[in-house]
């Protein structure tokens, strides 16, 4: 089964030829044996994904009609409420949280026959770049166990890398599909803000948060997005289907694009390794090949992205998470002298240091006499951003950049170095401040045989394009197709 | 004796409640009184994960109430977020406006004592989610009920325009009748659907100076009685407190004062304007709200008079009182009736249409009652503009009296009969049949002789005695001699 990728799982359950059961199993017993190392899971819904997998193959012996994703083991990023388990966060504040609603997303996958088999782990609240901010357990790359799986991401990233399910749902705030999808080697896409329902999705950065998907390569993507994508009475920044039709993701998926026109930024090789740079100027002499044509372009205010990201994700987290107070639910402090108490004691012993960091980072950007000087400010540069794009995207298809600047870096490294941390994210977080979508996809492997992320940006609610520019290059290499050896051990 | 004049400034921040079906940002049910925490979903209990989607119907209400209030529409309005820390905050920030409200810079005129009108300028209307309720009932913890919590609230802020208690309750009471007939508020003070917060200070003149005092702003009223000894207290409270101390306003002096209803005094809670920063900041889960021409247009063809203008109406077109065209007024369902009636078209021959004063009696002085006693509308009592027009013609023609048209009303809530039939049935008709009456009133004026002699002699018993006799004769018709006859056949008699 390790050969399959979740379109052929799928046909291979509706033809008959494999049972949901026994590839539910199979996942199961995959995540037995190598989750005690990879840490990819904070829940494993064993009984329940099996019981599940039973209804879908009676479903398909009966001949009734199923969904999309029929009977196929995924897992969800544990940010994503669920009414069957709990939904953490990863956070002591809500360890013991369970939802009474199940997302939008959730639903869908649902819907769609899929066999969600367990919640994964990720940075606190989707905080971080390593996925070491988890406040309940460390997941590690399955490429390098000393090594970080990237965040915030980096549970579902590494469950699909280890083959611990076939596809999973991560959030993008900044990077966090992207940059894990890179450092584990496989294929992560954020679709345009507005493209996927949020509701149910624990915020972080409303302006910036999107939900997408994780998986083994271009084609998986495209299918779990046309299962996830579209329009949510329940979400107002949702987008309308009118202004965006939605479109099936997986059609002509295989023809290349005509009259390609890459763009790339000279700027950015600067920051990146050299073995990252090489990757990705061979992976852009490969389009060439293929008939692309490449043009220089300037994105002239992407140095401040960082500065402006920060300031917008932070200043919108302190206010989303101001209602984890011990009133209504989560974690409550023990013996409170009064209400103030119940507030002070309960986020002091429930929140982790990079969530407070954020915290009082954002409270302090939206004070009054700080509001114009940095949160205002931010929101100038986001505009600008936003057009620095709008102009390159009349000049270019799509634009071609590193994920990440180093390939997974070592855990512990950068724990004490948030600013070192946060440069992990300088080539993703331009898409969700301009809301753009953009996919991450294997283009190499560095001389420690760590796997190089490449990331294609599109214009709004372009992501099939995006998703044929992807599978373009993925169709002529065989990157995605290496597996790391932990999982044949 | 030093020479000192003052006068009271006040200005009004009031929260309207509106009528929607659900609340502002989710589904629930908006119910007074249901069991704690029984009307509430993830998105008003501010769960994880939740988003809002903003209740367009509560928009379009507070617009209608703006328009009303002759407020400028905004082409362009956005949700902030308000943050503190409260338990009945679920979120711990409130969805408000803060710098681009819907609607800025409208007036209301209210009537004063002497029937004049006076405009106070409204400084500007936003809409915003209402918190949850803190319980203290038990023991030494509280209890949060969350029913209310994410209720669709209209803040309506006043310029400091108004002078007296008087003025205050002026405007409150004329707001109530507005959003009443527009039907976007229930306006309940029981229920808290009207609350007010009033800034008061003092403009004191002494010895040709003019003082200011530090502004008191009195938090949570609910009731216009409470509005209005509030602010008297306050006057009285600056007052002293200035000749005491005399302390004057001030950059940040401002006060946060309490009620104290069962002292009927107000109780100081914040001595100085704490600075409170609430983090205002757009809401990214809402999208701002385009009003187009449209839109408003459709909003605008929802207004109707207004209850002032129709009260003025009543007292100059149809010479009403004062008094009668307020009570008309007061409800719109009321006033909707009464001018149903008064342009009824009555098709009996000796009948030919509503007389105003006669029709406002019946309704005032019985239809009022019975609506009340049956806790409905007029409308909804039972009988139609049209026969109550008729009832009243027949009071003018004679053909019943004032307390048999009550007795009719009464009945024609009961039965579909008109109100001749009916007249007829109870035999409530006025005898007006001089040979019938002339053998009555003989009988009593022989049975009175020493109030036919005080008449025969004039002065000053005359007028009384002829009064007496008169009500001897109707008495003795059991209510039902026509009293003009009667007086008639009367001073023929005794002249
Ligand atoms: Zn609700």
Redesign the pocket.
């Known amino acids: 089964m390790h050969e399959l990728t979740a379109i052929q799982l799928r046909d291979k359950i509706k033809a008959g030829e494999i049972t949901s059961t026994q590839a539910t199993k199979k996942v199961l017993q995959a995540i037995e044996k190598h989750d005690k190392i990879i840490g990819a899971y904070i829940s494993v819904f064993e009984k329940q994904s099996l019981e599940r997998a039973a209804e879908i193959d009676k479903k398909i012996a009966a001949g009734e009609s199923v969904g999309q994703l029929a009977g196929v083991p995924v897992a969800v990023k544990d940010n994503m409420c669920t009414t069957f388990g709990a939904t953490t966060c990863a956070s002591k504040i809500l360890e013991n949280f369970h939802a009474p609603y199940n997302a939008a997303v959730v639903q869908k996958l649902l819907a769609a026959d899929a066999v969600i088999v367990g919640k994964t782990n990720l940075d606190e609240f989707a905080m971080g770049s390593s996925t070491e901010n988890s406040s309940l357990k460390q997941t590690v790359n399955p490429w390098d166990t000393t090594r970080v799986p990237g965040g915030s991401s980096g549970g579902s990233s590494a469950a699909v890398a280890g083959r611990l399910c076939m596809a999973a749902l991560g959030s993008d705030t900044g990077g966090s599909i992207r940059q894990p999808a890179g450092f584990c080697g496989i294929v992560g896409l954020k679709p345009t803000y507005g493209r996927v329902s949020r509701f149910g999705l624990v915020a972080f950065g409303s302006s910036l948060d999107q939900i997408g998907p994780l998986a083994l390569n271009v084609e998986d993507c495209a299918l779990m997005l046309n299962v996830i994508a579209g329009h949510d009475p329940n979400d107002s920044t949702s987008v309308d289907e009118k202004n965006a039709p939605l479109c099936d993701y997986l059609e002509n998926i295989d023809k290349p694009v005509e009259n390609l026109k890459i763009g790339i930024v000279p700027q950015f090789a600067a920051g990146a390794d050299k073995q990252i740079q090489n990757a990705i100027n061979n992976a852009v002499e490969l389009y060439k090949k293929l008939g692309a044509q490449i043009i220089e372009i300037d994105l002239p205010h992407f140095e401040y992205a960082i500065a402006a990201y920060y300031m917008v994700a932070t200043a919108e987290a302190s206010s989303n998470l101001a209602r984890y107070d011990g009133v209504h639910y989560g974690h409550r402090t023990e013996n409170p002298n009064d209400y103030i108490e119940v507030y002070s004691k309960s986020r002091e012993e429930g929140f982790g240091k990079e969530v407070k960091r954020r915290i009082m980072l954002g409270t302090y950007a939206l004070s009054s006499g700080y509001y114009d000087a940095y949160y205002l400010k931010a929101l100038k540069v986001r505009n600008l951003i936003r057009t620095d794009f709008t102009n390159a995207f009349e000049k270019v298809d799509s634009i071609i950049t590193p994920v990440t600047p180093t390939t997974a870096f070592k855990i512990g490294e950068k724990v004490d170095d948030p600013l070192q941390m946060y440069l992990a994210d300088m080539y993703t977080i331009s898409a969700n401040l301009a809301g753009i979508p953009g996919i991450s996809l294997p283009c190499g492997f560095d001389d420690n045989n760590l796997p190089i992320g490449m990331q294609i940006l599109a214009p709004a609610f372009e992501e099939q394009k995006l998703l044929r520019i992807a599978k373009m290059f993925e169709s002529k290499t065989d990157y995605h197709k290496k597996k790391p050896a932990i999982i044949e051990s | 004796m030093s020479d000192l004049k003052y006068k009271i400034i006040i200005g009004l921040e009031i929260h309207v409640q509106l009528c929607t079906k659900t609340?502002m940002f989710?589904?629930?049910a908006l119910e007074f009184a249901a069991e704690p925490n029984s009307r509430?979903?993830p998105?008003?209990l501010g769960m994880p994960g939740v988003l809002p989607v903003m209740n367009k119907k509560a928009f379009e209400y507070s617009v209608l109430a703006a328009l009303a209030l002759n407020c400028e529409i905004a082409s362009f309005t956005k949700w902030d977020r308000k943050s503190y820390y409260y338990p009945d905050l679920p979120k711990n920030y409130q969805i408000s406006q803060y710098d681009l409200p819907f609607s800025e810079k409208g007036f209301i005129e209210i009537p004063l004592e002497s029937g004049e009108s006076k405009r106070i300028r409204i400084t500007r209307a936003h809409l915003e989610e209402d918190a949850g309720k803190n319980l203290h009932t038990a023991g030494n913890f509280s209890q949060v009920d969350l029913n209310r919590a994410?209720t669709p609230l209209l803040e309506i802020v006043t310029e400091p325009d108004m002078n007296s208690a008087d003025e205050v309750k002026a405007l409150a009471v004329e707001l109530q009748r507005i959003v009443r007939y527009l039907g976007v508020s229930e306006a309940d003070m029981q229920k808290g659907h009207m609350r007010f917060e009033p800034n008061i200070n003092l403009i004191i003149t002494k010895d040709g100076t003019e003082y200011k005092t530090p502004i008191a702003e009195v938090k949570n009223l609910n009731s216009f009685r409470a509005l209005e000894r509030s602010i008297e207290y306050e006057a009285q409270r600056q007052l002293d407190e200035f000749l005491d101390t005399g302390k004057v306003m001030q950059m940040g002096n401002k006060s946060t004062r309490g009620w104290d209803d069962a002292n009927q005094m107000t109780v100081l809670q914040r001595e100085k304007e704490e600075a409170h920063d609430y983090r205002y900041f757009p809401d990214p889960d809402l999208l701002p709200v385009e009003m187009n021409d449209a839109w408003l247009d459709e909003i605008k063809s929802r207004l109707c008079e207004l209850p002032l203008q129709k009260q003025i109406r009543y007292v100059t077109d149809y010479k009403l009182s004062d008094y009668d065209a307020h009570v008309l007024t007061a409800e719109r369902s009321t006033a909707e009736f009464f001018e149903q009636a008064v342009s009824a078209t009555i098709e009996q021959a000796f009948i030919f249409g509503g007389d105003p004063k006669k029709i406002c009696n019946i309704i005032t002085q019985a239809g009022l009652k019975l609506a009340h006693e049956q806790n409905c509308t007029l409308s909804e009592l039972g009988f139609t503009p049209e026969n109550v027009a008729r009832l009243a013609r027949m009071v003018e023609d004679g053909y019943v009296n004032a307390s048999a048209a009550n007795t009719i009303l009464e009945e024609m809530t009961k039965t579909d009969k008109d109100p001749q039939t009916i007249a007829k049935d109870m035999n409530l008709i006025q005898k007006s049949d001089a040979g019938e009456l002339e053998a009555i009133v003989d009988q009593v004026l022989a049975d009175n002789p020493k109030a036919v002699e005080d008449v025969k002699s004039g002065g000053k018993k005359a007028k009384k005695a002829q009064g007496f006799l008169l009500g001897q004769v109707i008495q003795k018709s059991k209510g039902q001699a026509n009293p003009k006859i009667v007086s008639q056949i009367l001073t023929k008699k005794l002249s």
């Open positions: 609340k989710c589904g629930c509430v979903c998105v008003c994410g």
